[in-house]
């Protein structure tokens, strides 16, 4: 007897990995951007720490919030389609089987087949049948609106940890130069792990994220030097 082949897919962590990736990008991003703002206005230390840490427990807040009502706006709407779906089931259940049927078709099954196919899953598990083909609504897909809060508010703080332990530790002379540097590698470095769990191109995932990270970085320093000079 052969063991049971399983195959490990992907889209099956796209939505946790989707927040997380989103959370730890805009955490890194974010904080550095707000250290870099704060530092390039010739702060103390202190302050730029206290505005770090602020913005760290704002942010992860605010990504907590955010994630949360909107996947949770989608698993409502899934859930009201879900809903429609049994009504009709038991309104026009003549009407429902040739709609599957016809998806089917469509998908390239003769008619016969197609039908035949259709009164085995009806019969099995007819509303599962045309959530998953009809509606496009699957498990792997299914909105979780707590994991995707807690994934990217927990994201978004390790992320944010990173340029405020740099900080925290890089000498005052080169403390943007060190703040920015080291959260670009961080950027990349996230942006290559990101692709590679996705199956896409590692060096376009890393140049990607950097690219938009050291414009949002190059930005806000110069906010920051501006409002310093005039300040």
């Known amino acids: 007897m052969h063991p049971r082949h399983i195959e490990r897919h992907r889209t099956k962590r796209v939505g946790w990995l989707r927040a997380a990736v989103l959370g730890a990008n805009d955490g890194i991003v974010s904080t550095a951007s707000l250290v870099l703002g704060v530092a390039a206005a010739h702060a103390t230390r202190s302050n730029i720490m206290v505005a770090g840490v602020a ?40 009407g429902e089987h040739k709609e599957l049927a016809a998806i089917y078709v469509g998908r390239g099954l003769d008619p016969a087949l197609a039908k035949q196919v259709v009164d085995q899953l009806m019969a099995h598990d007819g509303l599962g049948a045309h959530v998953r083909d009809e509606l496009g609504i699957t498990k792997a897909h299914s909105a979780r609106p707590i994991q995707a809060a807690f994934a990217s508010a927990a994201s978004f703080a390790i992320g944010a940890a990173m340029p405020l332990l740099i900080t925290l530790l890089a000498p005052a002379v080169n ?13 990349a470095l996230l942006g290559g792990v990101a692709a590679y769990a996705s199956g896409a191109s590692l060096t376009a995932g890393a140049m990607r994220v950097t690219f938009w990270s050291a414009l949002a970085m190059a930005l806000t320093a110069g906010v920051g030097a501006l409002f310093g000079a005039v300040v």
Not at 58 to 67: P, Y
Not at 73 to 78: I, W, Y
């Open 175 to 187: 403390l943007i130069l060190f703040v920015a540097a080291t959260s670009l590698v961080f950027l």
């Open 55 to 94: 913005g760290l427990v704002a942010g992860a807040m605010s990504m907590a919030a955010g994630e949360y009502v909107s996947v949770h706006t989608q698993a409502d709407t899934e859930m009201a389609d879900i809903e429609l779906e049994r009504k009709e089931l038991k309104t026009d259940e003549a």
